[in-house]
C-alpha cells in the first residue's frame, strides 16, 4: 500500500519511524509491549536506569525470538522425518 510516518514512544522517548501500512499496527503493538514489560521490571525489581530496563525487556524478547525459532526448526525437522518415511513406504508400495 505504501508507508506513513507514526511517532512511537518507548521508555518515555518519541521515534518517529516510517512504517508500511499494514504493519502499522503489529508495530504500535511491539512497543506497547516493550513498554509493559519495562514497566513490569520497573515495578518488580530495584531497577531505575532506563537502560538497564531497555536491555532487560531486549533481553526477554530476543530469547523468546530464539526459543521460537528454536522450536520451529525442530518442528520443520520433524516434518521432514515424516515426510522421508512417507516417502520409503510409498516407494516400498508401488516397487511391489
Known sequence: ??????KITISDRIYP?????EEEEIVRR????????IK???DN??????????????LH???A???TENKVQN?????ADKVEELDVLLNDFFAK
Open 1 to 6: 500500500m505504501g508507508e506513513i510516518s507514526i
Open 17 to 21: 519511524l516510517k512504517v508500511n501500512v
Open 30 to 37: 511491539a512497543a506497547k509491549m516493550i513498554n509493559e514489560r
Open 40 to 42: 513490569d521490571y520497573q
Open 45 to 58: 525489581y530495584a531497577v531505575r536506569d532506563k537502560q538497564d530496563l531497555l536491555s532487560m525487556a531486549v
Open 61 to 63: 524478547y530476543a530469547t
Open 65 to 67: 525470538v530464539l526459543r
Open 75 to 79: 518442528q520443520d525437522t520433524a516434518v
